[in-house]
């Protein structure tokens, strides 16, 4: 159960696909020389391989506990979190001035990768404090930002998000959890779940970033604000003071992420939690949405880590047993020689690759929404960054699922067994198409929030994109992407004309629709993949094992994935009345 980090996949992606090197001679990112891309990818797989994958299974068959309302986590957890705090990892991608390393997001996120895959109940610690740093960036006032973001951005501390309660998962309006001005601040009463690192044995000290009602804001959501309550107040130096009135309840017991302590959290069951408010009273889901964004795109490279982890305990079990002859005759052979299961590991393979590059195009897009000179290149960028959000949380995570559930069946009946460890990265994986907002949540947005808000101006603009680069290239993928192309463009375009006076049968679609858009804007990022392949076979064949390995996995995607658009597009324009046809009562 050892993990590789796939460096040579990571550093090709983030040449050809990214434009690393261009991002490189922004202002911003100066500091990202190739040299140091290298040192830092290099250091991470070390760290990855030896320190955080070899807590990954027992880990797992341990979990967190909570002992006298204290948080334990696993074994060899805390040491390994002193090394990637100590080792300066939580600080990739911030701000130099609250002391980050100023590099691009796509290289950090590169990094987290190797994190979840490597262990994914040790890394959501560290994804859900970019989340807080996140906010406290974005909203936070300049005595806030010195309190808190030097101690965040560096890992001394980490973050959280409170957002469910019992009654409120994805509706928050129906949250009750109460903020009452007490003249200097607020405080906190309440009580939320499903908390990841609520509370942990790590740090001194944990920020929650919680939504609230103050006693005067309207219903529903628009009378959401969010609240910074720290596990231990900070005066205005920054130093810990008492410990505030906050306290784990008890953890859930999950089908996976076993290491992970994700915490029932009760707030003010004495004399309040101390609060402050974080931006403006009533504007709480603006604030949410930031860190929401942010943890989906984090949540979709989990997809994506916990296949890559899955693919790679495949391909050594399938290269090492025995079992029955080929179909030519004679001797038993390993079973990676056998078609089906050779079909399975390509596969996965194919969806694992196609999901990474989706992953780190859409974030090389934040890094150019970001941090872009131009104002017009930002616009544009951000636009691409919000059509593809839910489109990377949900394709990654789906396709991290079938993935990893593809590992199983590659080991067989061993792969049923806990020992192999197989079995945990498909019970892992399966949190992630649920948490941060549901697939079909994603779907609805993608078709509501994006399609359908700006009459489909930003999905044309990735459409047009898409066919004027397979115009340009006569590569061998480019017919059968044109033939996807189409099937999404049709989909498009049937949507956009539907009565918005029957909007049950339009968005009955929206999750094929969603999966197409995925699959197809993933198949076009192979195919440019395969290109640069090619090219770069022509021009240096001494690495050309990884360079053909491209452009036959290409092939693959476009043969056994790609094909998959027409089946989605038919869901997309005619599954819909037969979707709300069955009377309720029947079910």
Same mark, same amino acid.
Request: a negative charge; proline letters at 4%; charged letters at 20%.
């Given at each position: 159960m050892s993990y590789a980090a796939p460096i040579a996949e990571m550093r090709f992606l983030l040449d050809e696909i990214c434009g690393l090197a261009e991002l490189a001679a922004l202002p911003a990112f100066a500091e990202a020389t190739p040299e140091l891309v290298d040192q830092i990818l290099g250091e991470a797989g070390r760290v990855a391989a030896e320190v955080m994958a070899p807590l990954n299974h027992p880990g797992d068959q341990a979990g967190s506990s909570l002992e006298n309302g204290v948080v334990r986590t696993p074994d060899g957890f805390r040491d390994a979190y002193r090394t990637y705090q100590e080792g300066g990892w939580n600080t990739i991608p911030f701000a130099t001035e609250s002391g980050g390393m100023g590099l691009p997001w796509v290289l950090a996120n590169a990094v987290q990768e190797m994190w979840q895959a490597a262990n994914m109940g040790f890394a959501l610690g560290p994804l859900l404090t970019a989340g807080a740093v996140e906010a406290l960036t974005a909203f936070g006032t300049a005595g806030q930002k010195a309190r808190y973001l030097p101690k965040l951005v560096s890992g001394e501390w980490t973050g959280t998000m409170n957002l469910t309660e019992p009654q409120a998962g994805s509706d928050l309006g129906l949250l009750k959890t109460r903020a009452e001005p007490d003249g200097a601040g607020y405080r906190i009463r309440g009580q939320k779940i499903f908390i990841t690192y609520g509370d942990q044995d790590w740090t001194d000290n944990i920020v929650h970033m919680?939504?609230?009602?103050?006693?005067?804001?309207?219903?529903?959501?628009?009378?959401?604000?969010?609240?910074?309550?720290?596990?231990?107040?900070?005066?205005?130096?920054?130093?810990?003071?008492?410990?505030?009135?906050?306290?784990?309840?008890?953890?859930?017991?999950?089908?996976?992420?076993?290491?992970?302590?994700?915490?029932?959290?009760?707030?003010?069951?004495?004399?309040?939690?101390?609060?402050?408010?974080?931006g403006q009273e009533n504007k709480g889901l603006?604030?949410?949405?930031?860190?929401?964004?942010?943890?989906?795109?984090?949540?979709?490279?989990?997809?994506?880590?916990?296949?890559?982890?899955?693919?790679?305990?495949?391909?050594?079990?399938?290269?090492?047993?025995?079992?029955?002859?080929?179909?030519?005759?004679?001797?038993?052979?390993?079973?990676?020689?056998?078609?089906?299961v050779r079909r399975m590991l390509m596969t996965m393979r194919a969806q694992t690759e196609a999901m990474r590059a989706l992953n780190y195009y859409a974030m090389a897009a934040l890094d150019r929404a970001k941090s872009h000179p131009d104002e017009a290149t930002r616009?544009?960028?951000?636009?691409?960054?919000?059509?593809?959000?839910?489109?990377?949380?949900?394709?990654?995570?789906?396709?991290?699922?079938?993935?990893?559930?593809?590992?199983?069946?590659?080991?067989?009946?061993?792969?049923?067994?806990?020992?192999?460890?197989?079995?945990?990265?498909?019970?892992?994986?399966?949190?992630?198409?649920?948490?941060?907002?549901?697939?079909?949540?994603?779907?609805?947005?993608?078709?509501?929030?994006? @399609? #359908?808000?700006? !009459?489909? $101006?930003? /999905? =044309?603009?990735?459409? *047009?994109?898409? &066919?004027?680069?397979?115009?340009?290239?006569?590569?061998?993928?480019?017919?059968?992407?044109?033939?996807?192309?189409?099937?999404?463009?049709?989909?498009?375009?049937? @949507? #956009?004309?539907? !009565?918005? $006076?029957? /909007? =049950?049968?339009?968005? *009955?679609?929206? &999750?094929?629709?969603?999966?197409?858009?995925?699959?197809?804007?993933?198949?076009?990022?192979?195919?440019?993949?395969?290109?640069?392949?090619?090219?770069?076979?022509?021009?240096?064949?001494?690495?050309?094992?990884?360079?053909?390995?491209?452009?036959?996995?290409? &092939?693959?995607?476009?043969?056994?994935?790609?094909?998959?658009?027409?089946?989605?597009?038919?869901?997309?324009?005619?599954?819909?009345?037969?979707?709300?046809?069955?009377?309720?009562?029947?079910?």
């Open positions: 919680v939504l609230a009602r103050t006693p005067d804001a309207p219903a529903g959501s628009a009378g959401i604000s969010m609240f910074i309550v720290s596990k231990f107040q900070v005066d205005e130096a920054g130093t810990l003071g008492r410990r505030n009135d906050i306290r784990v309840v008890s953890l859930e017991r999950k089908l996976g992420i076993h290491a992970s302590p994700t915490c029932v959290m009760a707030y003010g069951d004495n004399d309040g939690a101390v609060g402050e408010l974080l603006h604030c949410m949405f930031v860190m929401m964004n942010n943890a989906r795109l984090a949540v979709g490279l989990q997809g994506v880590a916990i296949a890559d982890r899955a693919y790679q305990q495949a391909v050594a079990y399938a290269r090492d047993r025995v079992q029955s002859p080929p179909l030519s005759g004679g001797a038993s052979v390993p079973i990676i020689r056998h078609p089906d616009r544009q960028a951000n636009a691409r960054v919000d059509l593809l959000t839910p489109i990377v949380k949900a394709c990654c995570t789906d396709f991290g699922v079938e993935t990893a559930s593809l590992g199983v069946q590659v080991h067989g009946g061993v792969g049923y067994i806990e020992e192999t460890g197989a079995a945990q990265h498909y019970r892992d994986a399966r949190i992630a198409p649920i948490y941060e907002g549901t697939n079909g949540i994603q779907a609805n947005d993608l078709l509501g929030r994006k @399609l #359908l808000r700006d !009459d489909g $101006t930003a /999905m =044309a603009d990735l459409i *047009a994109e898409i &066919a004027a680069w397979a115009a340009g290239n006569d590569s061998p993928e480019r017919a059968s992407l044109t033939a996807a192309l189409n099937d999404l463009r049709h989909a498009t375009d049937w @949507l #956009l004309e539907q !009565d918005r $006076t029957e /909007m =049950a049968k339009t968005f *009955a679609g929206a &999750a094929p629709y969603l999966r197409l858009a995925g699959i197809i804007t993933a198949g076009w990022l192979m195919a440019k993949s395969a290109q640069a392949a090619r090219a770069r076979l022509a021009n240096n064949p001494d690495n050309r094992p990884f360079l053909e390995t491209k452009c036959v996995t290409a &092939a693959f995607f476009m043969q056994h994935i790609l094909p998959q658009t027409s089946a989605l597009a038919a869901a997309v324009t005619c599954g819909g009345q037969s979707v709300m046809a069955l009377q309720e009562d029947y079910f």
